[in-house]
């Protein structure tokens, strides 16, 4: 165990501290823990024989056909375009579109790629000063339009794909996507459009600003929809059937997704073919099955029961509310040191072991973990908000002003709405 732990903490700080590609790290810790002994190759790459990796292969392939054709943009500057020309139609607008793309590409920055040039874009035709409060409310409500949404989708993110895979091997219980939805999906539309009214609320602009025209002139110059496109929407259509109806006809979400990659490829749609498919970027499958070993091999030498034993008296003790509250600020403690996806591979395990040594079940605490993870004060806590943060366009005064008090509306958020909606569907 203590060799565990000295393999684990390493990887852990090479993540921290960026010292080695993420992903590289990933791909060397099954490799460090079967040198140590620790396991056999069996136990160190189970997580590939799990369809965890391979619906996040499937997604990033099948996202990268929706952005690629040019559809996602599409989607995104119509829906702007029907809410209306006011700057609060517009926040509306991005908002919607991050909703209407977020089950269809699990990658955070292929939904940040998308709709980052299209904020920026908006910035500039309307002459926002940079680091105002209208260009930051802008780009922060991107940024929220990628992050706030996963959270109501299993295919939402990686990080929710391979916490839902820790949690099902567990507890020997598989979640399907349309469970998933019945648990989480009101929830955290509600949850977007609270951060949407935060933002409105806080970074009202200077002056009135009127986006209508500014945008028609940028969908027009998409032009009309080309047949690509055509046959994305309607793989799109058959994807989110196919993920609603899986209780039904019980195939997993993993060989949907790669079913219509399969599809992509046919002579005649070629939406896909060798050169387009060498431009994915395949880096986050390997990070998040590599990831996973932490889970396998830790469970194996008895490191995941010896955390949610030392992680037991001060999680739980006062109730199950005071457990998602607990568990809720070490997701926001962890944040501050650690990535989302990092601190999801490391401690996803641990907390559903406390979870059942307790007796409460684990589902809720691994929501409410996730929904820890996602507070941020500062732009170094998470790529994607460096990303965003990068491009000069928000102003760190007025960035604070609203992740603060939306770190606070979380809190109120689990315990007020989240917590009494689980108990009433029965699985609190």
């Given amino acids: 165990m203590q060799v565990f732990f000295a393999i684990t903490i390493w990887a852990i700080l090479a993540w921290l501290l960026e010292t080695v590609s993420e992903t590289a790290v990933a791909i060397m810790l099954p490799v460090f823990y079967i040198i140590a002994g620790l396991g056999n190759p069996k136990v160190a790459f189970n997580p590939w024989t799990t369809t965890i990796p391979w619906i996040v292969l499937g997604g990033v392939i099948f996202s990268s056909v929706i952005i690629t054709t040019g559809l996602a943009k599409r989607i995104a500057y119509f829906t702007i375009l029907k809410t209306g020309g006011s700057f609060k139609g517009l926040l509306l607008g991005i908002t919607l579109a991050g909703l209407i793309i977020a089950p269809f590409i699990p990658s955070a920055m292929g939904k940040m790629a998308v709709l980052t040039p299209i904020a920026i874009g908006i910035c500039q035709a309307l002459n926002l000063s940079v680091k105002s409060r209208a260009a ?36 020997q219980q598989t979640i399907t996507w349309s469970q998933y939805a019945y648990h989480n999906f009101i929830l955290w539309i509600i949850w977007t459009f609270l951060c949407l009214g935060l933002v409105i609320l806080l970074l009202k602009p200077d002056k009135q600003i009127e986006a209508k025209d500014v945008i028609k002139q940028k969908y027009d110059e998409l032009g009309s929809m080309a047949s690509q496109e055509k046959t994305v929407l309607a793989l799109m259509g058959i994807l989110i059937i196919a993920l609603l109806t899986n209780t039904y006809h019980k195939i997993d979400p993993a060989w949907i997704f790669l079913l219509l990659c399969g599809v992509c490829f046919i002579p005649g749609i070629n939406l896909l073919n060798h ?118 366009y928000i102003s760190m005064k007025y960035m604070i002003k609203v992740l603060a008090p939306r770190m606070l509306l979380s809190l109120i958020f689990i315990v007020l709405i989240a917590y009494p909606y689980w108990k009433l569907i029965g699985i609190m």
């Fill in 275 to 392: 050169e387009k498919l060498s431009k994915v970027n395949f880096g986050i499958v390997l990070f998040v099955a590599g990831a996973m070993s932490i889970g396998d091999v830790g469970s194996a030498v008895g490191a995941s029961k010896w955390i949610a034993n030392g992680l037991f008296p001060y999680l739980t003790g006062g109730g199950d509310l005071h457990t998602l509250a607990a568990v809720w600020g070490f997701g926001v403690f962890l944040n501050f040191i650690l990535t989302p996806l990092a601190a999801t591979a490391s401690f996803t395990g641990p907390l559903v072991e406390m979870a059942l040594k307790a007796g409460i079940s684990p589902l809720p605490v691994v929501y409410t973990f996730l929904q820890g993870l996602d507070q941020y004060l500062f732009p170094y806590e998470y790529a994607l908000l460096l990303y965003v943060y990068s491009f000069g």
């Fill in 136 to 171: 930051t409310a802008v780009m922060l409500t991107a940024f929220f339009a990628v992050t706030n949404p996963a959270f109501s989708y299993q295919t939402g993110g990686a990080h929710i794909v391979l916490a839902s895979g820790v949690l099902s091997k567990i507890t």
